[in-house]
């Protein structure tokens, strides 16, 4: 394997886990809140 390549692999290694990085943090941006918590979080207001 060249040096070249090698490189290539850890670039697409990178972008493959920032893909999943966001695609994760997108799903629990989007999770909606149980309502239980809403009820507790209420409580304290």
Known sequence: MT??????KVHSKDQDMG????SVYQKTVDESVPPEML???SKLG
Do not use: C, N, P, V
């Not at 893909?19 to 966001?22: I, N």
């Open 3 to 8: 040096r070249k390549t090698a490189g290539k």
């Open 19 to 22: 893909a999943a990085l966001r």
């Open 39 to 41: 009820d507790l979080l």
